[in-house]
């Protein structure tokens, strides 16, 4: 599903953010990255929908090498990639409902079936009720969960979330982690960045560790 | 295809939506310039034309010359191969011609006597007015072809400098549209990078931006023929009196249904270029990180 080998990451102006890092996700696996803030975990992540770009090694996603990958052909990457961010990304000026309907927006599916679709997302994460709210009248834990529907709504194969707990009160954060959990069940491989162990330990998946840009 | 429709659709919406009418009346008060000298120029053209195809040559008579020389002089005149017409315009006629001019009559009854001579048009394509003018019993000739191709030369440059505006005001047309959409694509910035995130590609995210010059565009178009039609009602109260002084009943002619679309469609195209320029530029430079 996703594998890194011998990537490296450096920033310009010297800055080395990833080393050495080689590992494989198998399809349907669920996997929590670990380290503190500037161990590398975003950099990592962030070279899976080619936000960026390795300086050296390769990130092959669905068979594709995402390094080398033309920039027409990244959308299509993106389409099978669903993102969760820690500032939820939402949009403020639409509902809820409109936010999750983004994406299918861009894809070819007939009105009705993206209104499904987006129902569907909203009720797997227990929020179909808030459909026409503003994202801004939700708590921080219903504004990422709002943010799952939209990265699950194009049924994506895999799921990749950068600290979507980290603002979060503890109870809020573990509901997040059940959606997660529930979407690994059905077969979706996730990948999940935290810096809160507590929490990973919990919940007995495999766990990678970032130590200063290296897996330790 | 149906899902292209629909984004297309969608698109035009969104366009729609996001399109200022400010902006397209700025664009439209800079449009019926050159829209509006195009269409006073269209309508001269034809009496310019006819006057430049038919050069016409007046034969003044010498005032003591007697009416039997003018008629032999007129046999001479038609019997020549290079001349296509003749007419003979009496004396009288000429005065009755000239009193029905406003102010002139008082002048004329003033005068007590009828001060003008006898005359001969002619019509021809050729070059013969000095050789008319050595002609027994002409006083003066008057080649009215000289001024004729004085107007189309003028009409010319007037026309260039027209060609040359036009050029100017499409390019601040263009730069205007450049502008509307950059601002437009700075304010939609995190929009714009969600929609990358979330697997938008360029082309989606662009075409609300092409719809939206394309339309400000046309929608100048408009403002700019409108303005066209006003201001042509109100220059046209004023020619009308001046052309039946004349007794002419010339008007300033709307632009002909072909042109006024081409000038609505023209005024779309540079709007699109303008936002394929600002997209091409700006959209890019707005990438996730």
Redesign the interface.
Known sequence: MVSFSAVAKHYPGGQQALKDITFSLEPGEMVFMTGRSGAGKSTLL?LI?A??RPTAGSVVVNGQNVGALKR?AV?????NIG?VFQDQ???Y?RSVYDNVM??L???????KEAARRARAALDKVGLLARERANPIQLSGGEQQRVAIA?AVV?RPGLLVADEPTANLDAESAARILDIFVAFHQVGVTVVIATHDEGLVNRYGQRVLRLDAGRLA | MRAWLRHHREALWAGLRRLSYLNAVVVGIALALPTGGYAVLESLRPAGARLALEPRISLFLEPELRRSDAEALGKRLSADPRVETVRFVPREDALKEMSAIQGLSEVIAALGRNPLPDAFVVTTRQDIAAELGKLPGVAYVQADAVWARRLAAAAAVVELGLSLLTVLLGAALVAVTFNTIRLQILTRRDEIEVSKLLGATDAFIGRPFYYLGFLQGIVGGVVALALVAVALALLNREVATLAESYGSNFRVGFLPTLEALGALLGAGILGWMGARLSVRRHLRAIEPS
């Open positions: 962030k929908p936000i960026e027409a959308p299509y990457l993106r389409r993102l990304k939402l949009l000026d983004l994406p927006s861009f894809s070819a599916h007939p009105a939209r194009n």
